[in-house]
């Protein structure tokens, strides 16, 4: 059984950030559930244009609000609290944060923890 609390990731290898953002990464591939768990902070005014083409992606919209837009479709989705936004087609998507964020996000494959995006938006395949 693994049992964590957020408070107790903050400033460790799980505390992972990038411009706009933040991820704390709950569950990850070293913990084996074959998914990994996040949550993922942004803050009012990121813009992140994003395509997984090696993971399929889901978040769940705890606090605040914005919007995610299909780039391929331009179809333009209000997020708010409640709101869950699936990437079942490794959707290229850009995500824009109206206010502060706050998203439960879920990856599978899992994560390693430590992947940054890469020029397209993505994170590489894991090993």
């Not at 990038?18 to 009012?44: I, K, N």
């Not at 997984?52 to 708010?80: I, K, P, Q, R, S």
């Not at 490794?90 to 879920?106: G, I, P």
Request: one cysteine or more; charged letters at 30%; aromatic letters at 6%.
């Amino acid at each position: 059984m693994i049992v964590r609390s957020i408070e107790n990731l903050a400033g460790t290898d799980r505390d992972v950030r990038g411009d706009g953002w933040r991820s704390l990464r709950v569950l990850r591939q070293d913990d084996g559930m074959h998914y990994s768990l996040h949550v993922t902070e942004l803050r009012a005014g990121a813009e992140l244009e994003l395509r997984y083409e090696h993971h399929l992606e889901a978040n769940l919209c705890l606090e605040g609000e914005g919007t995610v837009v299909d780039v391929a479709t331009g179809a333009e989705h209000t997020l708010g609290p409640g709101v869950l936004y699936a990437l079942e087609k490794h959707d290229h998507h850009r995500l824009h944060a109206m206010t502060d964020m706050r998203l439960v996000s879920v990856f599978w494959p899992a994560l390693t923890g430590s992947e940054r995006h890469n020029e397209r938006g993505g994170y590489d395949p894991s090993d």
